[in-house]
């Protein structure tokens, strides 16, 4: 069965079904993070005590992994640029480099982890830590499944570029939008729990 | 859906350059304010506006916002205005008693 307009936008919303479809999901997303946030929030004003973030948290590792991802973010879309100039080999390098950052957060994230977890910071043992891991491992967890579909893009994702150019492009694009909103939640993340 | 010719994809790049270099310098200028311990509502809002800043440029470049369909911008406006109710709501749980205790 054909899926339809994976290339040609449909008449009524003027995009391709897919791209709407992700405009969609992150929304869902938004709601999912924001719902997150709120509670940090609430929790933090109601709270008696509550520390500052720098007190806690390693801000140098952060900040490092801030970078990781931004870049992560320029590559992603550069990836898109080649396929557009139709440059399939600059392509797929650029993916690997996405995927090969994202890879460089979660080890520094785990460095991170486990750290804390030598010194007995569980989630159980303050709100604090509660939130810091439940927002952060979310986010992780997002991280990780576009390592997933980026790696699979970029490896054997690519043949489709072969038979159906356009429909990898949209791909490609697509996959770079729900990366993009995986760095922005970071960007909101960081200094919400690590720099306040 | 955006130009395909190879000069604007060029121009593009260039874009996407300049927006990377506008984020690090707004990711340095986030880490440095917070080295000056500023009043916490105040830290809260220049951070949150940064943020905001730093987002803004990945929504409008890296994801193509500036020259998106009306479609997309309508998901997004609802998006944003049903968020701010999830954000706002749960202080309808203060309406009883208007007492929000200090924090340290």
Do not use: C
């Amino acid at each position: 069965m054909e899926i339809p307009y994976t290339v040609e936008a449909r008449p009524d919303t003027g995009l391709p079904n897919a791209k709407l479809g992700i405009w969609l999901f992150l929304a869902s997303e938004v709601m999912l993070f924001g719902a997150l946030f709120s509670s940090y929030i609430l929790l933090r004003v109601s709270a008696p005590v509550w520390p500052h973030g720098y007190e806690e948290l390693s801000v140098p590792l952060a900040t490092f992994n801030t970078v990781v991802l931004i870049t992560s973010s320029v590559t992603m879309v550069m990836a898109w640029a080649q396929l557009k100039l139709h440059n399939l080999g600059g392509a797929r390098r650029y993916l690997w480099a996405t995927v090969g950052l994202a890879l460089v957060f979660m080890v520094v994230k785990m460095f991170e982890y486990g750290e804390h977890f030598s010194h007995g910071e569980y989630p159980s043992e303050s709100t604090f830590l509660a939130i810091y891991f439940t927002l952060t491992g979310l986010h992780g967890l997002h991280v990780l499944g576009g390592i997933i579909v980026n790696g699979y893009l970029a490896g054997p994702g690519a043949a489709m570029w072969r038979t159906e150019p356009e429909r990898y492009t949209n791909r490609v694009e697509v996959s770079g939008l729900y990366w993009h909103f995986v760095d922005l939640v970071w960007i909101f993340l960081f200094p919400a729990l690590y720099l306040l | 859906m955006s130009a395909t010719g190879h000069e604007d994809i060029r121009h593009h790049i260039k874009t996407y350059i300049g927006v990377f270099v506008a984020l690090m310098v707004l990711t340095a200028v986030t880490v440095g304010v917070s080295y000056v311990h500023l009043a916490v509502g105040l830290a809260v809002t220049v951070a949150m506006i940064v943020a905001t800043v730093k987002g803004s440029l990945v929504a409008a470049y890296f994801m193509h916002l500036k020259s998106e369909k009306p479609a997309i911008y309508w998901i997004l406006i609802l998006t944003v205005v049903l968020w701010l109710h999830l954000m706002l709501i749960p202080l309808l749980s203060y309406l009883n008693s208007f007492h929000i205790p200090e924090s340290r």
